[in-house]
Every structure is written in structure tokens, then in C-alpha cells.
């Protein structure tokens, strides 16, 4: 059997790689990725918004108890997110099997992610519901670790920001797919986490089989405890630039993560029966994926085409801290809707040059799969840290309060990134 980090003569070189990515591979590669990407979001987003809530409210019961069991589960979850990305990228960049690097640990987060929600179906304690989902947020970082990864490998600098568009759509439209098929299903029941669950895997299982990843035969240094704790750093004083990248993200996926309290927000605080949240979370997220597909495509490519990437990314910040404003004094479906929109041109035209932006800044593109992995960090920490932190918001001002602190940390997300240079302005070090 193949080692997976055993040493052998050569690889392609990264400029060879860039180069064999254009033509007919990157039209592979395009649908590929969107399809991965569509399949990780679908299994851990839907999640999040809606799958959670659910059951811990047929566990608990509604009300606080129910969202501070939520804030236990994610939390958690944030702490393994913190420890398995890192760990995710470097065993990604250093793996040896035939199914390639990048595709091994796709295919292997999505098969996990599916049995976790399968084991969802029979958790009857929280405590149980909190060891899945750690499980689940550790095999979703193995997928997105490979995925932003294999776009450093493959895609040529002058194309990544139309690619980062189609990916950003995809990342908006597997939450909304997955809310849409667990809506299908009956209520709160099995039915709806299996549903999801086949569907991610067999776009996953798509993906892998579009993506051409050769076993990278380089030799590297054997991975042992010194280079997977080597995984958790990298040194922002030679690396200042991709130290205010991490950060922009962190701050602005932090406002976008509010719609992880969606479904609390539609029945504690506008009376949405349980039995209908579904439906209306399928609406929103209908208008919402909309708004992000026009959006993600245009910057994108509009970035490619003028060579910038700051203006995109200080006008997706303003575009959170309006929406967040408004879900924060909303009394009705209309406004809430509205919200929606506005966010979701925000959130398009930010993953539309995002990744662009941290694949521009990255300090070692040998090692992309651990540098991304870091830069994942700083999207999946949000997700849990911020309904971590919710219900002690909550509880001193309510859903307003959440949602103005959180658009405040997207004022800040877009006010760091003028520390970022500007495409074409690099220093060495930086």
C-alpha cells in the first residue's frame, strides 16, 4: 500500500502547475471546485442555521435554554475548528496518496460529515450533540483546508478572482440547497439530516472525480509532531500583510455568521411557529443566494479586470453593518427580507475576492494547504464563537444588541483592510 508522506524524486513546479490549470483542466476545474465547495457548505451551514436549532429545541424546549445549549454546541465546536484546520492544511500539503493531496481529504471530510449527521438522527443529550459536531467541524476543516488549497495549486494569479466569484456562489448556494431539501422533509425528524447528508456526498463525490490532482512525488520533511505544531503559526512580523488579511476576514465573517441565530431571531423575536421557520428560511435564503450569485460573479470579475481587491472588500463590510442594522430594529418579514439582500451582495461581493486576496498574500505556496488552512480559521471561528458569545448579548440587550455589536466588527473588518497592499504592491516580507 501507497505511504501517504513517504519521500519520492519530483513534482511540478508551482508555475507548471498554474500553467497546466489553464485551458481545458481549469473548465474542469471550475465545476469541480464549485461542486466541493457547494457539497462542504450544504453538510456544516445547514447545520448551523437550521438543523441545530431544531433539534436541541426538541431536546430542551424553546426559549433560552434551547440557545444557550446552542452556544455549548458551537462553542466547542470553535475550539476544534481552531485545533484541526491547521492540522488539516499541513497533513493536506504533505500527503502521498494516490487519489492526489488535495482530492484524499475531500472525499475523506465528506464521508465523516455524512455519518455525523447520520449519528445526529439518535442523539438524545446535548453532550452527545457536542462531540458530533466537533467530529463534524474537524471533517468539514479537512474539506475546506483541500479546497481553498487546491485553488492556490492550480488556478493562474489573472484568473483567481473570477474563480473566487463561482466559488463564493457556490459557498452561498449549499447553505440554501441544504435548508431547501431538510424544508422537503418531515419536521424536526431523521429524514431531514439524511436528506442533506446524501446530498453534500454526492456532490463531494462529483467533485473528486472532475478534479485532476497527481500525487505530488516532492520530497518533503517527514511530518511528525514538530511540523503539525509548525501547522499553528506563521510569523506575522516577516508576514504583516497576510497577518491583516487573516484578521479582515475573521472580522467580517464574524458579521456574516449572524444568520446562524436566523432561526432563534424568526421565533423568539418575530413569532415565526417552528413548524413554518423552514419555509421561511428557504425564502430568505432564496433572495439571499440571488443577491450573492450577481454579486460574487460581477466582483469577481470586476476585480480581475481593474486589478484591485481593497474597494471590493471595504464595500462588503459596509454592506454587513447596513444589513445588520437594519435586522437589529426589524419588526417585520419585509425588513428582515430586505436585510437579506443587502447582506447578501455584501457577502457575494466579499467571498467574490477573498480568497483571491489571501491566495495573493500567502506566505509559502509550497505550503498553501497550511497556510489556508490558517486563513480557514478565520472563517469557521465566526461560525461557532459568535453563538458562543450570543447569549450574553442576548441577555443584556436582546437580538438588536447582537446584531449591532456584530456590525460594528464589520466596520472594523473593512477599516483593516487598508493595511492589506493593494494587487501589484507587495513587498518582499510581506
Given at each position: 500500500m501507497?505511504?501517504?508522506?513517504r519521500r519520492?524524486?519530483s513534482?511540478?513546479?508551482?508555475d507548471?502547475?498554474?500553467e497546466?490549470?489553464?485551458g481545458?483542466?481549469?473548465?474542469?476545474f471550475?465545476?469541480a471546485?464549485m461542486?466541493?465547495?457547494?457539497?462542504?457548505?450544504?453538510?456544516?451551514?445547514?447545520?448551523?442555521?437550521?438543523?441545530?436549532?431544531?433539534?436541541?429545541?426538541?431536546?430542551?424546549?424553546?426559549?433560552?435554554?434551547?440557545?444557550?445549549?446552542?452556544?455549548?454546541?458551537?462553542?466547542?465546536?470553535a475550539?476544534?475548528?481552531l485545533?484541526?484546520?491547521p492540522?488539516a492544511g499541513r497533513i493536506?500539503d504533505?500527503?502521498?496518496?494516490r487519489l492526489?493531496r488535495?482530492?484524499?481529504?475531500?472525499?475523506?471530510?465528506?464521508?465523516?460529515l455524512?455519518?455525523?449527521?447520520?449519528?445526529?438522527?439518535?442523539a438524545t443529550?446535548?453532550?452527545q450533540?457536542?462531540?458530533?459536531w466537533?467530529?463534524?467541524?474537524?471533517?468539514g476543516?479537512f474539506q475546506?483546508?483541500?479546497?481553498?488549497?487546491?485553488?492556490?495549486d492550480?488556478?493562474?494569479?489573472?484568473?483567481?478572482?473570477?474563480v473566487s466569484?463561482l466559488?463564493?456562489?457556490a459557498?452561498a448556494?449549499?447553505p440554501?440547497?441544504?435548508v431547501?431539501?431538510a424544508?422537503?422533509a418531515?419536521a424536526?425528524?431523521p429524514?431531514?439530516?439524511?436528506?442533506?447528508?446524501?446530498a453534500?456526498?454526492t456532490?463531494?463525490?462529483a467533485?473528486?472525480?472532475?478534479f485532476?490532482?497527481?500525487?505530488?512525488?516532492s520530497?518533503?520533511p517527514?511530518?511528525?509532531?514538530?511540523?503539525?505544531a509548525?501547522?499553528f503559526?506563521?510569523?506575522?512580523?516577516?508576514?504583516?500583510?497576510?497577518?491583516?488579511?487573516?484578521?479582515?476576514?475573521?472580522?467580517?465573517?464574524?458579521?456574516?455568521s449572524?444568520?446562524?441565530?436566523?432561526?432563534f431571531?424568526l421565533?423568539q423575536h418575530l413569532?415565526i411557529?417552528s413548524?413554518?421557520?423552514?419555509?421561511?428560511?428557504?425564502w430568505a435564503?432564496?433572495?439571499?443566494?440571488?443577491?450573492?450569485?450577481?454579486?460574487?460573479?460581477?466582483a469577481?470579475?470586476?476585480?480581475?479586470?481593474?486589478?484591485?481587491?481593497?474597494p471590493f472588500v471595504?464595500?462588503?463590510?459596509?454592506?454587513?453593518?447596513?444589513s445588520l442594522?437594519l435586522m437589529?430594529?426589524?419588526?417585520?418579514?419585509?425588513?428582515?427580507?430586505?436585510a437579506?439582500v443587502?447582506?447578501g451582495?455584501?457577502?457575494?461581493?466579499?467571498l467574490a475576492?477573498?480568497?483571491?486576496?489571501?491566495v495573493?498574500?500567502?506566505?509559502?505556496?509550497?505550503n498553501?494547504?497550511?497556510?489556508?488552512?490558517?486563513?480557514?480559521?478565520?472563517?469557521?471561528l465566526?461560525?461557532s464563537?459568535?453563538?458562543?458569545?450570543a447569549?450574553?448579548?442576548l441577555?443584556?440587550?436582546g437580538?438588536?444588541?447582537?446584531?449591532?455589536?456584530?456590525?460594528?466588527?464589520?466596520?472594523l473588518?473593512?477599516a483593516?483592510?487598508?493595511r492589506v497592499p493593494e494587487t501589484g504592491?507587495e513587498k518582499?516580507?510581506l
Open positions: 501507497t505511504s501517504l508522506w519520492a524524486p513534482a511540478p513546479s508551482t507548471e502547475k498554474h497546466s490549470a489553464r481545458v483542466s481549469l473548465r474542469r471550475v465545476p471546485i461542486l466541493s465547495q457547494l457539497g462542504v457548505n450544504m453538510a456544516v451551514i445547514t447545520q448551523l442555521q437550521l438543523l441545530l436549532a431544531l433539534r436541541l429545541t426538541t431536546m430542551v424546549g424553546e426559549g433560552p435554554a434551547a440557545t444557550s445549549a446552542f452556544g455549548v454546541v458551537t462553542g466547542f465546536g475550539l476544534c475548528a485545533v484541526s484546520s492540522i493536506s504533505r500527503t502521498r496518496a492526489g488535495r482530492r484524499t481529504w475531500m472525499l475523506t471530510g465528506s464521508l465523516v455524512a455519518l455525523v449527521m447520520v449519528a445526529m438522527t439518535v443529550t446535548v453532550w450533540v457536542v462531540l458530533l466537533c467530529l463534524a467541524q474537524a471533517a476543516n475546506y483546508a483541500a479546497n481553498n488549497a487546491i485553488v492556490a492550480q488556478v493562474p494569479p489573472d484568473r483567481r478572482g473570477g466569484g466559488v463564493g456562489l459557498t448556494a449549499g440554501i440547497l441544504g431547501g431539501l424544508n422537503a418531515p424536526s425528524g429524514a431531514q439530516w439524511l436528506i442533506v447528508a446524501a453534500a456526498l456532490a463531494t463525490l467533485a473528486v472525480l472532475l485532476r490532482d497527481p500525487p505530488d512525488t520530497p518533503k517527514p511530518l511528525d509532531l514538530r511540523a503539525l509548525g501547522a503559526w506563521f510569523d506575522p512580523r516577516r508576514h504583516p500583510a497576510f497577518g491583516w488579511a487573516w484578521l479582515v476576514r475573521f472580522l467580517i465573517m464574524c458579521a456574516y449572524a444568520s446562524s441565530y436566523n432561526t431571531f421565533m413569532g411557529p413548524a413554518r421557520v423552514g419555509s421561511v428560511l428557504v435564503g432564496l433572495a439571499g443566494v440571488l443577491s450573492i450569485a450577481g454579486a460574487s460573479v460581477v469577481g470579475y470586476l476585480s480581475d479586470a481593474v486589478g484591485r481587491q481593497r471595504m464595500l462588503a463590510g459596509l454592506l454587513a453593518a447596513i442594522g437589529a430594529t426589524a419588526g417585520s418579514l419585509a425588513t428582515v427580507f430586505v437579506v443587502l447582506g451582495i455584501g457577502t457575494g461581493t466579499f475576492v477573498d480568497l483571491a486576496l489571501c495573493r498574500l500567502l506566505p509559502d505556496a509550497e498553501a494547504g497550511k497556510d489556508m488552512a490558517i486563513i480557514s480559521v478565520a472563517s469557521a465566526p461560525q464563537l459568535v453563538p458562543f458569545a447569549p450574553a448579548l441577555g443584556v440587550g437580538f438588536p444588541l447582537l446584531f449591532l455589536t456584530l456590525a460594528v466588527l464589520a466596520l473588518g473593512a483593516a483592510v487598508l504592491r518582499p516580507g
